[in-house]
């Protein structure tokens, strides 16, 4: 299994600036993922981030508003940058890691970010 | 394209009956779908998986594929059992795709 932390955990922020949010995993996997779970609605891929190489966004997300690192096999963030009040939501990191049985790659999934953007 | 289709939001049923979460899918190859779970304060946790036809906290579900769908049961339901369900679709890329999710409410 893979046990995932986020900071911070919430965070209220004014429009027009940026929050980084870290993801830490306590071990090693290539895949992780950024997720957006907004008020009432479900969870949205935003990217996936895997080590070594640029992140691969989803449609309607761009590297420029969202831009990721991936320094490393146990850590990424997630930057929100140039924030308005639809960007508020729960931001959620993701990893594939073995889970039950052992033999099956599980998605683990990070207790998230709340932001507000005022 | 892949979806996921929870057609319910709310689901509300007494302890003890049996509960029925509804899921349907759309994906043009083999998927591997998935239920998750959310409980009240806690983080997202994967709840069952169709390709190991197990049968969690007695939950189970069925991958209809002509029906195209995916619904998690339970013969009896209870009071902890109430959370936030999510079905969801993973296809040869990797990546999950959610539905919007099904509150479930069990009742005393």
């Known amino acids: 299994s893979a046990v995932i932390s986020q900071k911070p955990s919430r965070d209220i922020c004014q429009r027009g600036t940026s929050l980084t949010i870290q993801c830490q995993v306590d071990?090693?996997?290539?895949?992780m993922f950024w997720y957006r779970q907004q008020p009432g609605q479900s969870l949205t891929l935003i990217a996936t981030a895997n080590q070594g190489s640029e992140a691969t966004y989803e449609s309607g997300f761009v590297i420029d508003k969202f831009p990721i690192s991936r320094p490393n096999l146990t850590f990424s963030t997630l930057t929100v940058s140039n924030m308005s009040p639809e960007d508020s939501s729960i931001y959620l990191c993701?990893?594939?890691?073995?889970?039950?049985?052992?033999?099956?790659?599980?998605?683990?999934f990070g207790p998230g970010t709340r932001l507000t953007v005022l | 394209a892949q979806r996921v289709t929870q057609p319910e939001k709310l689901l509300s049923v007494f302890k003890g009956a049996p509960v029925e979460l509804k899921c349907n899918y759309s994906y043009s190859g083999s998927p591997e779908l998935f239920w998750y779970v959310q409980y009240s304060r806690q983080r997202l946790q994967l709840l069952l998986r169709?390709?190991s036809r197990e049968s969690i906290k007695g939950f189970t579900a069925d991958l209809n594929k002509g029906e195209t769908s995916f619904h998690l049961k339970k013969p009896f339901a209870q009071e902890e059992d109430s959370a936030m369900y999510y079905c969801?679709?993973?296809?040869?890329?990797?990546?999950?795709?959610f539905g919007k999710g099904t509150l479930l409410t069990v009742n005393p």
């Open positions: 993701s990893v594939r890691a073995s889970g039950r049985g052992g033999s099956y790659n599980e998605q683990f």
């Open positions: 071990s090693q996997v290539t895949m």
């Open positions: 969801a679709l993973r296809g040869s890329n990797y990546k999950l795709t």
């Open positions: 169709h390709i």
